[in-house]
């Protein structure tokens, strides 16, 4: 059995840093990205940002120059976000994506106050 689980998430100030992880484990194959998408309250599902196996890295355009996303293996991925703002209040989910299946998170709680 998959299991994805994401932490780190929390309560902090307009202009404060958290840095989230997601850890997979069980009988997952063929990770070739890893993902953050976020959620806010009445909202759609947001993507963030994404890491391949290869290293390449990619971010939607409202975090570029604040988050960060990483790994330090095949199945442990980590978003570092800086300068946070109240609209980067949210749900976040990792998602990992392989073959043939995607498996995601629980979400971790984010909530930015101003």
């Known amino acids: 059995q998959v299991q994805v689980v994401e932490s780190g998430g929390g309560l902090v100030h307009t202009g404060g840093s958290l840095r989230l992880s997601c850890a997979a484990s069980?009988?997952?194959?063929?990770?070739?990205?890893m993902g953050w998408y976020r959620q806010a309250l009445g909202k759609q599902r947001e993507w963030v940002a994404t890491i391949t196996t290869g290293g390449s890295t990619d971010y939607g355009d409202s975090v570029k120059g604040r988050f960060t996303i990483s790994r330090d293996n095949a199945k442990k991925v980590y978003l570092q976000m800086n300068n946070l703002k109240p609209e980067d209040t949210a749900v976040y989910y990792c998602?990992?994506?392989?073959?043939?299946?995607?498996?995601w998170g629980q979400g971790t709680q984010v909530t930015v106050s101003s």
């Open positions: 069980g009988s997952i194959f063929s990770i070739y990205a």
């Open positions: 998602k990992m994506t392989s073959s043939p299946n995607d498996y």
